[in-house]
């Protein structure tokens, strides 16, 4: 049997740009077959929907009104539902957390300021990972294209951007050996129409606890990923318009790789 989980997700009571509520999204996921999904709302340095004047502990429960208004629904509709977020750092390279809950949160305030380096080590110190989110998108308001080391595995697959994007992610993740993951980055519930409209990841057994996924990642034991046909094909015809730093884990300059076609 087959287990579909959405990896990455935003609400409207946890990111800026989302325009739903966390409730809103259950029944459209259960409509199409998903077993779960993953709440990542926009982090303290991204695109967050919640006042950064708060203390520390009113902007994390803030934070998580979407995940809570999702589980909620999610546990009385049959949806299973858990918890992430997405980091931004000032290079507009974007990262998922997995593995972790409010109460960590509460208890590392210091999170708001970590390198890539710092914030790789100690979310796996704690027993959570760091995926690289939608790692090729160009966009006028990234300045640059940052490929960092300092992960356990990369969003290949992301439905809102250009398909080009995911086949340099996936050719990218391959030639490194990263585990390859796949998420809607969906930001509002009118973008569900059809199993075709959502992407997910695959899994051979139900999750217990977000600590599953994590395992799944960082075994590269995911069973396959829900997209569309042909996404990782590269053309040809790809281009990057925008400086490229690739960085190893400690943040420092690594030699540029040649990526090849994947399927």
Not at 98 to 112: A, F, I, K, M, T
Not at 135 to 160: M, T
Not at 201 to 227: F, H, Q, T
Request: aromatic share 12%; net charge negative.
């Amino acid at each position: 049997m087959e287990y579909i989980y959405e990896t990455h997700l935003h609400t409207v009571q946890g990111s800026g740009c989302g325009s739903s509520r966390g409730r809103d999204y259950i029944q459209r996921y259960l409509d199409i077959g998903f077993t779960g999904i993953i709440v990542t709302d926009h982090f303290y340095n991204g695109y967050t929907a919640v006042n950064r004047s708060l203390s520390w502990e009113k902007w994390v429960h803030q934070f998580c009104k979407g995940f809570e208004d999702a589980r909620e629904e999610g546990a009385r509709r049959g949806l299973d539902v858990f918890f992430g977020w997405e980091e931004t750092f000032r290079g507009g390279d974007d990262y998922l957390i997995y593995g972790l809950d409010r109460n960590w949160l509460l208890e590392h305030p210091q999170v708001r300021f970590w390198t890539r380096e710092e914030q790789f080590e100690q979310v796996r110190q704690s027993g959570g990972c760091i995926v690289h989110a939608h790692p090729f998108r160009q966009y006028p308001h990234i300045n640059r294209i940052c490929l960092s080391s300092a992960i356990d595995g990369v969003e290949a697959g992301n439905r809102a951007h250009h398909q080009s994007f995911d086949a340099l992610a996936y050719s990218y993740a391959k030639k490194l050996g990263f585990p390859v993951l796949a998420g809607s980055d969906i930001h509002y519930v009118d973008g569900i129409i059809d199993i075709d409209s959502v992407f997910g990841v695959i899994l051979d057994k139900k999750m217990e606890s977000i600590a599953d996924y994590v395992d799944a990642i960082k075994k590269n034991s995911i069973a396959g990923l829900r997209v569309t046909e042909g996404r990782f094909k590269l053309h040809g015809n790809e281009r990057i318009d925008m400086p490229v730093d690739i960085l190893d884990i400690h943040d420092l300059g690594i030699s540029k790789l040649a990526l090849t076609g994947g399927n």
